[in-house]
């Protein structure tokens, strides 16, 4: 079903299809995996937490607008997860810790029509994904979004809940510490 949308689909399982469930979990895994990794950076959890997503979307899938697209609206799901598992994450270690008492608007940088252009986004990104784990999540997460998930401001905006202008504003601040991080690198 390549020709049918996400948004077709979850109206299909808002009437009662819940085996169309399956045709978005088949066509966000991957993607929803990929942003987990490069968003929690731990692998372990990653998967645990794409299936957390999943359960989540399923539940509330009566709250999906199809007018509006699918896509913005499984990421939040998956944004909300995400910074669940890092606070999780964190009191974790606190717990762990005291039992042992110790912007503005910038453009892709390549164009994506030309096989060069291609290997020189993904050189750009595997750069990228290596210096990921030296920025704070606030900037982490849109630069993921931007550059890995080929969001635009305004899914990115409606993902985070945050207006378009600050999307840009925590583009350009994680560029910045990305060019104290990898100077030449074109992204900066």
């Not at 009662?16 to 692998?43: I, P, V, W």
């Not at 598992?85 to 453009?107: G, N, T, Y």
């Not at 305004?154 to 100077?183: C, F, H, N, S, W």
């Given at each position: 079903?390549?020709?049918?949308?996400?948004?077709?689909?979850?109206?299909?399982?808002?009437?009662?299809?819940?085996?169309?469930?399956?045709?978005?979990?088949?066509?966000?895994?991957?993607?929803?995996?990929?942003?987990?990794?490069?968003?929690?950076?731990?692998?372990?959890?990653?998967?645990?937490?794409?299936?957390?997503?999943?359960?989540?979307?399923?539940?509330?899938?009566?709250?999906?607008?199809?007018a509006k697209?699918?896509s913005p609206?499984?990421?939040?799901?998956?944004?909300?997860?995400?910074?669940?598992?890092?606070?999780?994450?964190?009191?974790?270690?606190?717990?762990?810790?005291?039992?042992?008492?110790?912007?503005?608007?910038?453009?892709?940088?390549?164009?994506?029509?030309?096989?060069?252009?291609?290997?020189?986004?993904?050189?750009?990104?595997?750069?990228?994904?290596?210096?990921?784990?030296?920025?704070?999540?606030?900037?982490?997460?849109?630069?993921?979004?931007?550059?890995?998930?080929?969001?635009?401001?305004?899914?990115?905006?409606?993902?985070?809940?945050?207006?378009?202008?600050?999307?840009?504003?925590?583009?350009?601040?994680?560029?910045?510490?990305?060019?104290?991080?990898?100077?030449?690198?074109?992204?900066?």
């Amino acid at each position: 079903m390549p020709d049918v949308t996400d948004e077709a689909i979850a109206a299909k399982v808002q009437a009662g299809d819940g085996e169309s469930f399956g045709l978005l979990m088949e066509r966000y895994e991957a993607k929803l995996t990929r942003y987990a990794r490069r968003f929690l950076l731990n692998g372990e959890d990653g998967p645990d937490v794409v299936q957390e997503v999943f359960i989540k979307a399923y539940v509330n899938i009566k709250s999906f607008n199809p007018a509006k697209r699918f896509s913005p609206w499984i990421y939040r799901i998956a944004h909300n997860e995400f910074i669940n598992a890092i606070k999780k994450r964190q009191r974790s270690r606190e717990m762990l810790l005291s039992f042992f008492e110790p912007d503005i608007f910038f453009p892709h940088p390549l164009a994506k029509e030309s096989a060069s252009g291609e290997a020189e986004r993904a050189s750009l990104r595997a750069e990228l994904e290596k210096n990921l784990n030296k920025i704070g999540p606030k900037y982490r997460e849109p630069l993921v979004l931007y550059y890995f998930e080929e969001l635009d401001y305004r899914e990115i905006a409606d993902v985070l809940r945050i207006p378009a202008a600050t999307v840009g504003v925590r583009l350009k601040r994680g560029r910045e510490a990305l060019k104290k991080i990898m100077p030449t690198s074109p992204l900066v």
